[in-house]
């Protein structure tokens, strides 16, 4: 079983990424042929690479999709990451109930040539798996005071722990707990709608999981924080910056925060094409790491 789940997680990148494509490819006319919620555009934001609503790299407080109260909504996505030694694709899919509950999931493969051919490693990619649920509590993000609230969590699980283990981490699983609350001004600043969302998040995460959770140096959990910050330059144009405290768990190699400036295109309530520019630090030793991220998403 252990030897066919990387293979079940290609193959599940290869058919989402047809799907995406054939997305793309469909006339506007018939993709508008049908609604999808009766949420305003971009109000479900994009889906970050953990799987759930939110900008490139940290979760929002909103749902996927358009859905509002007796609406389900619900989003399909790739995204793929380009640093100087590494690459990270994802793909995955979500549902919003009712704008009320939030289930994902997103399958991760990092190609790590640069740190695999040195130490002499087999294999050159490090996979996990995340499955995610959010619930929204209080608040909404355009027509009430307070902002929107939600609680997530993500579970997440390496599918090859060799790689993770030699570099001292604890375990091939763990859980991510966080609290999110995003506000959106329609009046903004001169015109131009802003937003704003935070979010407090307890881990022990290494780069996400795909290293593995805890670790030699500290195998607590620990709280740290994300933020986003997005201007709405129209309707259908938003442009922001995402930041993310990360842990630093491992005596192998240190852990920055990561940092994000996306730019999230919103042609219709069926499609968005997210383009950002990272700087994610030292990774497993490779140090300053940045690069390009590009995400595809479709939306139903």
Same mark, same amino acid.
């Given at each position: 079983?252990?030897?066919?789940?990387?293979?079940?997680?290609?193959?599940?990148?290869?058919?989402?990424?047809?799907?995406?494509?054939?997305?793309? #490819?469909? %006339?506007?006319?018939?993709?508008? /042929?049908?609604?999808?919620?009766? $949420? =305003?555009?971009?109000?479900?934001?994009?889906?970050?690479?953990?799987?759930?609503?939110?900008?490139?790299?940290? @979760?929002?407080?909103?749902?996927?999709?358009?859905?509002?109260?007796?609406?389900?909504?619900?989003?399909?996505?790739?995204?793929?990451?380009?640093?100087?030694?590494?690459?990270?694709?994802?793909?995955?899919?979500?549902?919003?109930?009712?704008? $009320?509950?939030? #289930? &994902?999931?997103?399958?991760?493969?990092?190609?790590?040539?640069?740190?695999?051919? %040195?130490?002499?490693? @087999?294999?050159?990619?490090?996979?996990?798996?995340?499955?995610? *649920?959010?619930?929204?509590?209080?608040?909404?993000?355009?027509?009430?005071?307070? %902002?929107?609230?939600?609680?997530?969590?993500?579970?997440?699980?390496?599918?090859?722990?060799?790689? @993770?283990?030699?570099?001292?981490?604890?375990?091939?699983?763990?859980?991510?707990?966080?609290? !999110?609350?995003?506000?959106?001004?329609?009046?903004?600043?001169?015109?131009?709608?802003?937003?704003?969302?935070?979010? !407090? $998040?307890?881990?022990? /995460?290494?780069?996400?999981?795909?290293?593995?959770?805890?670790?030699?140096?500290?195998?607590? $959990?620990?709280?740290?924080?994300?933020?986003?910050?997005? *201007?709405?330059?129209?309707?259908?144009? *938003?442009?922001?910056?995402?930041?993310?405290?990360? @842990?630093?768990?491992?005596?192998?190699?240190?852990?920055?925060?990561?940092?994000?400036?996306? =730019?999230?295109?919103? %042609?219709?309530?069926? =499609?968005?094409?997210?383009?950002?520019?990272?700087?994610?630090?030292?990774? !497993?030793?490779?140090?300053?790491?940045?690069?390009?991220?590009?995400?595809?998403?479709? &939306?139903?």
């Amino acid at each position: 079983m252990a030897h066919a789940i990387p293979y079940v997680t290609k193959q599940a990148h290869r058919v989402l990424s047809m799907f995406l494509a054939c997305w793309l #490819l469909t %006339p506007t006319s018939s993709i508008n /042929a049908y609604e999808v919620g009766s $949420r =305003l555009l971009a109000t479900g934001g994009v889906t970050q690479i953990e799987g759930s609503a939110g900008s490139g790299i940290v @979760p929002w407080a909103v749902l996927p999709g358009y859905g509002q109260k007796d609406e389900w909504g619900g989003e399909v996505f790739g995204t793929y990451v380009n640093t100087n030694d590494y690459d990270l694709s994802v793909i995955g899919a979500s549902v919003g109930i009712n704008n $009320r509950v939030e #289930l &994902s999931i997103a399958s991760q493969i990092l190609g790590i040539d640069s740190i695999a051919q %040195p130490l002499g490693l @087999p294999d050159n990619e490090l996979k996990q798996i995340v499955a995610g *649920v959010k619930v929204r509590l209080f608040g909404d993000l355009i027509y009430t005071t307070l %902002p929107q609230v939600s609680f997530g969590l993500q579970y997440k699980k390496n599918t090859d722990f060799d790689v @993770p283990a030699l570099t001292g981490a604890k375990y091939d699983h763990g859980v991510d707990f966080y609290v !999110a609350a995003t506000k959106l001004w329609l009046t903004g600043i001169n015109g131009y709608p802003i937003l704003l969302n935070t979010v !407090a $998040r307890s881990t022990k /995460a290494n780069q996400l999981g795909l290293l593995g959770f805890g670790g030699d140096l500290d195998d607590s $959990r620990s709280l740290l924080f994300e933020g986003s910050v997005g *201007v709405l330059l129209r309707r259908d144009l *938003v442009l922001g910056f995402d930041y993310r405290q990360k @842990p630093d768990n491992l005596s192998f190699a240190k852990e920055d925060d990561w940092m994000d400036l996306f =730019l999230a295109w919103f %042609p219709n309530k069926h =499609l968005s094409i997210t383009g950002a520019w990272t700087e994610l630090g030292d990774i !497993a030793g490779k140090k300053n790491q940045s690069g390009f991220y590009i995400s595809l998403e479709g &939306s139903f």
